[in-house]
Structure formats: structure tokens, C-alpha cells
């Protein structure tokens, strides 16, 4: 079974987090979506919003799963029988810093590769610490996220 793991904070889900799950649901049998929880991060939205919002986001696609964890992604693929890590590359930057870790996560386990997916050209510049800043400033970032969060913004 071909199983990947998305990891993130998902802080808040973004149209192009949804448009690399959405592409990638025909390469493989189970996508989990693993928000990483790290007590020491502040997030804008808590884990029970951000779970919320991806299950309905994915509620009619029965190969997305969601889950939280803690600890090192790689070590969470173990746990959940995951062989590939699914990330999704907006440009340079993010192929240069993602490329470091998934050579990383290869050198501590070599049988769990990790999968690059370019986001949508019209979705490339959406990130989430972006979106944030909009919503925190009281901008209008409904355009950015998933018809399930646009009308669930902390203002």
C-alpha cells in the first residue's frame, strides 16, 4: 500500500496545501495530513480549528486522513507505516530547504522517500505565514484558504 504523509502546522490550511493533497490523491492509496504540534510554536488557530478545517476541506475524499503528532516526521512515518513524504515546492527557496531535510530524513531512514509536488503556478505565491499576517491585520484572505475556513477567521 502506498501510503505519504503530508506534514505541516497547517496554520491556517492554504488553497495550495489543498491543490498538492488534491493532485497527489491519485499517486497513492492514503494521503495522512499530519499537523505537527510543537508546544513551543504559538499558532493563530488551535489544533482543533486546523483539524476541523482539513476534514472538511477533504470531507468527500476518502483517501485523505487526518492526525496530529509530535516528534520527528520521520520517525512519525514509522509509527504509521507511511513510506513516502509528500511536500509541495512553491520555488527555489522552498525546493533548496526541503531538499537539506529530505536527504536527512533518507539518511536516517533509507525505504521512506520523500515525494516533491510544484503547487499550481496561479497558487505559487499563498503562504500560510503570508495569509496569516492578512488575517491578523484584518485583511480579506478568503481568496487564499479553502471554501470550509473562509468564514471562520479570528478577527
Request: net charge positive.
Amino acid at each position: 500500500m502506498k501510503i505519504a504523509l503530508f506534514p505541516g502546522s497547517f496554520d491556517p490550511i492554504t488553497k495550495g496545501h489543498q491543490d498538492i493533497i488534491e493532485r497527489a490523491t491519485p499517486l497513492f492509496d492514503k494521503i495522512i495530513v499530519a499537523i505537527g504540534t510543537n508546544s513551543s510554536k504559538k499558532h493563530l488557530y488551535t489544533l482543533e480549528e486546523r483539524m476541523q478545517w482539513i476534514k472538511e476541506t477533504f470531507s468527500e475524499n476518502s483517501k485523505v486522513e487526518i492526525t496530529t503528532y509530535t516528534g520527528l516526521t520521520i520517525d512519525y512515518c514509522k509509527k504509521v507505516n507511511a513510506n513516502y513524504i509528500l511536500r509541495g515546492l512553491r520555488n527555489t527557496v522552498d525546493y533548496n530547504y526541503e531538499a537539506n531535510i529530505a536527504q536527512m530524513n533518507r539518511a536516517m531512514q533509507a525505504n521512506i522517500e520523500t515525494v516533491f509536488m510544484l503547487t499550481s503556478p496561479n497558487l505559487s505565491a499563498i503562504n500560510s505565514n503570508i495569509v496569516r499576517d492578512i488575517i491578523i491585520n484584518n485583511g480579506d484572505a478568503s481568496q487564499f484558504v479553502p471554501k470550509a475556513i473562509q468564514q471562520n477567521f479570528k478577527k
